[in-house]
């Protein structure tokens, strides 16, 4: 069965760190371009950070620059978010998925996601 899990989040407080995982089965994760995404209460999904599989770049949205890392282990077909200095406003339902260029579609279903929530 192809699909994407992703894991890992939880409660955290301002400024505390977390790691998402999104675990990939019945496809190899390193043949797509794949990206984490977050959907808050009200508001539209958007990209958090994206790495290509083509040379490994990565690129993330303002709002998470400098606090966020995602990676790759080709070996276990996950890619990583690393989320540190999390602020209140990073609260949010997190997705991983493999964007088709920029169409805005996608090669996969989404998942269930996991939720982050940063509170004190």
């Known amino acids: 069965q192809v699909q994407l899990v992703e894991s890992g989040g939880g409660l955290v407080q301002p400024g505390g760190s977390l790691r998402l995982s999104c675990e990939a089965s019945g496809f190899r994760l390193g043949d797509y371009t794949v990206g984490w995404f977050r959907q808050a209460p009200g508001k539209e999904r958007e990209g958090v950070s994206c790495i290509s599989n083509r040379d490994g770049i990565t690129s993330y949205s303002d709002s998470v620059k400098g606090r966020f890392t995602i990676s790759e282990d080709s070996a276990k077909s996950t890619v990583y978010l690393q989320m540190n200095s999390r602020k209140p406003e990073d609260t949010a339902v997190y997705y991983c998925?493999?964007?088709?260029?920029?169409?805005?579609?996608?090669?996969?279903?989404w998942g269930q996601g996991t939720q982050v929530t940063v509170s004190s």
């Open positions: 998925n493999a964007p088709i260029g920029y169409s805005g579609s996608f090669y996969f279903n």
